[in-house]
């Protein structure tokens, strides 16, 4: 069946611009997970979603990132005004529920801010 | 969210089995540990949890100390498809199983 897919699969902006990266989760999945990985870096805990709700905010890194979900499935990650330091992979990941249980991730987004 | 330790990087002859070890002293009873690992230019992928017995399946082999302080990935016969950043993750049930991942050990098999 068909896994996680991300769009656009790169993304170049310019500092200040508005991004949006879109995750289409495996069909069935309830909980959706957004990550981010700098050059060289591991990968960074934003947000996830159990349904439409997110539990926990607080891993997104300022109040330009935000993020929503509706009808369960497709979530959108919004980057307000665009820094050079967030240039980076955006990853997500879904799995069946917000549980211990495996996490299928997505190519990712490169997002590139010039 | 406990911190997980792992050697930056390790080599392995192909064909030879490998023990990738990871650090979690500060793991607290509810805590679960994850491996996955990422090939260059991809997404992570599952290959293997547990919480306090060891556990097998058909990618690798989890060892769990005893104290729970640190773990160990097997892969029992590397191939060349191997080679890529295995990280060591630790979550907390009950929490919505985000994950926090370390900066992992990238794994080199030699032909």
């Known amino acids: 069946g068909a896994g996680v897919s991300q769009s656009p699969s790169n993304k170049v902006t310019e500092k200040g611009k508005d991004v949006e990266l879109r995750c289409d989760p495996i069909?069935?999945?309830?909980?959706l997970y957004w990550y981010r990985q700098s050059l060289g870096q591991g990968l960074e805990f934003l947000i996830y979603f159990q349904g439409n709700s997110a539990p926990d905010k607080s891993g997104l890194p300022s109040d330009r990132f935000s993020a929503e979900r509706t009808g369960g499935s497709v979530s959108t990650l919004t980057i307000q005004r665009t820094q050079q330091e967030d240039s980076a992979v955006y990853l997500c990941a879904s799995s069946f529920y917000a549980g211990i249980n495996e996490q299928f991730f997505g190519p990712g987004t490169r997002l590139t801010v010039l | 969210d406990a911190k997980t330790t792992q050697p930056n990087s390790m080599e392995s002859n192909e064909e030879e089995p490998v023990h990738l070890p990871c650090n979690h002293s500060t793991i607290s009873g509810t805590d679960y540990i994850h491996w996955y690992r990422q090939l260059p230019s991809q997404g992570p992928e599952y290959v293997i949890h547990?919480?306090?017995s060891n556990v097998n399946n058909r990618m690798a082999s989890l060892a769990i100390a005893e104290d729970r302080k640190s773990s160990t990935l097997i892969l029992h016969r590397a191939t060349l498809r191997d080679a890529a950043v295995y990280y060591c993750i630790i979550s907390t049930a009950g929490t919505g199983n985000q994950f926090y991942f370390g900066t992992g050990t990238s794994l080199t098999v030699i032909p």
């Open positions: 547990g919480l306090t």
């Open positions: 069909s069935g999945h309830t909980a």
